[in-house]
């Protein structure tokens, strides 16, 4: 947290003087004796614990003097805030090897499931698309504040042959604004951008993986790579596609080291769904510093009502 007019923090000097004027307040003991007629009852009397509660109006009242002089020093605090000029592209494989149900029901259907999330989890006015790759690349959407129109595409996807990571990726950057295959590979400021690529297989068909993921290096684009199967990668007999040790996770560690992004592991539904509504909640965001003088005004008001409750309700029946 920082200040705008930080000056106005010496005014939290002052609270010490009024901590020992309180204090100075409170009733002290008589210097002088008296002779009391009923000294039973003025043993009981002296015996009569004086409940801490008495105090606490004035330490909320503390409380809301504080919080009034830090908000007039207007504070300032990093928020994450929506950012409708980032664009998100999620990239599935969609190879035959996705039939698997070593992620029950199967991969394909953890990771449909996974992609709505995603979708579901960004803020209203982030711009996400769709592509998928099997043997060939396809954009199922551009990116687009529409959200149900991904929903229905990730609906729509089905499975094809073999797996070409690095055509998927390339799909996913041409795709993304001012990335196309006509982009410079520097100049300018272009608007923030970030792929998410699954796969569960590894590449045997189309562009070499890492190709691609130094052209989205060039372009400023990180690449969240998620590798999706069990440990021993076994695809439950399923014969095509030439898939047989699970997926690629060095060429896909590789890509998103490349690229700036970050690697994840998938190895059941939950965790694949965990990643991405993760993912989510960090991409199409942006954090930037915003005045919280309101916030803390407005506690101040709070703190000082329940002084003047807790003095009328409490205090009074404890004197």
């Known amino acids: 947290m920082s200040f705008l007019w930080p000056w106005a923090l010496l005014g939290l000097l002052a609270l010490p003087l009024l901590v020992w004027g309180y204090l100075r307040a409170l009733p002290r003991p008589a210097r002088t004796a008296a002779l009391h007629p009923d000294l039973a009852l003025l043993a009981q009397a002296s015996r009569r614990p004086r409940p801490l509660r008495r105090h606490l109006p004035a330490l909320l009242y503390l409380g809301a003097l504080t919080l009034a002089l830090l ?3 207007r504070p300032t605090a990093p928020l994450p805030l929506p950012d409708n000029r980032t664009a998100v592209m999620l990239v599935i494989d969609v190879s035959r090897s996705m039939e698997a149900e070593d992620i029950a029901p199967s991969r394909f259907v953890a990771a449909q499931e996974a992609a709505r999330n995603f979708v579901k989890s960004l803020p209203e006015g982030a711009r996400v698309g769709l592509a998928s790759f099997a043997g060939y690349a396809v954009l199922n959407t551009p990116p687009t504040a529409r959200h149900e129109r991904v929903l229905a595409a990730i609906d729509g996807l089905g499975l094809a042959r073999r797996t070409a990571i690095g055509d998927g990726l390339l799909e996913g950057l041409n795709a993304l604004p001012e990335r196309g295959p ?3 590979a520097a100049g300018g400021e272009r608007p923030q951008a970030a792929i998410v690529l699954l ?6 068909s189309g562009s070499e993986p890492l190709d691609a993921a130094a052209r989205a290096r060039q372009l400023a684009v990180k690449v ?6 069990t440990e021993n990668g076994d695809p439950g007999g399923v014969p095509w596609g030439g898939f047989l ?4 996770a060095e060429t896909l560690r590789q890509i998103a080291t490349t690229t700036g992004g970050r690697y994840f592991e998938a190895r059941s539904a939950d965790q694949l769904s965990s990643i991405y509504r993760s993912l989510g909640r960090s991409l199409g965001w942006t954090v930037q510093p915003r005045e919280v003088s309101g916030l803390l005004a407005a506690l101040a008001g709070l703190l000082l009502l329940a002084s003047l409750a807790v003095s009328e309700l409490l205090v009074r029946r404890i004197l």
């Not at 969240?224 to 199967?229: C, K, S």
């Not at 040790?245 to 690629?248: E, L, T, V």
């Open 182 to 184: 006509d982009a410079p």
């Open 224 to 229: 969240y790579t998620v590798g999706l199967g």
């Open 71 to 73: 908000a007039l020093a």
């Open 245 to 248: 040790g699970g997926f690629d």
């Open 199 to 204: 796969s569960d297989g590894r590449n045997n």
